[in-house]
């Protein structure tokens, strides 16, 4: 993930800030919300919500993926494909897996 400063950039156009959120993984989606933050969602199991200036602020807990009934483990136990922000409450979210759930964090 590269970030731009449009404001502040001088004629060599280079981003501020590059990082890769779960290394060798896929970025899936990238949902920003207003003040500043934006959820994360890659081809990793973890969601993760960084500030605008790229500093990790929250990973999320990973799922058990030695327990058969998802309802008693805390996160997802496969791929994350999508993730959106809670238009009402600005501070939750909701992630879906290729395990065949959907968390509300």
């Known amino acids: 993930v590269k970030m731009w400063d449009f404001a502040g950039?001088?004629?060599?156009?280079q981003s501020f800030r590059e990082l890769e959120p779960d290394e060798g993984h896929v970025v899936r989606?990238?949902?920003?919300?207003?003040?500043?933050k934006?959820?994360?969602?890659?081809?990793?199991?973890v969601a993760s919500?960084?500030?605008?200036?790229g500093q990790v602020e929250h990973k999320y807990n990973r799922g058990d993926m030695y327990i058969?009934?998802?309802?008693?483990?805390?996160?997802?136990v496969a791929a994350l494909t999508d993730g959106h922000?809670?238009?009402k409450d600005?501070?939750?979210?909701?992630?879906s897996s290729?395990?065949?759930t959907m968390r509300i964090w």
């Open 98 to 100: 290729e395990d065949g």
């Open 85 to 87: 922000w809670n238009p």
């Open 38 to 45: 934006f959820l994360c969602i890659t081809g990793y199991r």
């Open 68 to 76: 058969h009934d998802l309802q008693h483990t805390v996160g997802h």
């Open 90 to 95: 600005d501070q939750e979210f909701l992630t």
């Open 9 to 13: 950039m001088t004629s060599t156009l």
């Open 49 to 53: 919500i960084f500030s605008r200036e």
């Open 29 to 36: 989606q990238l949902r920003y919300r207003k003040g500043g």
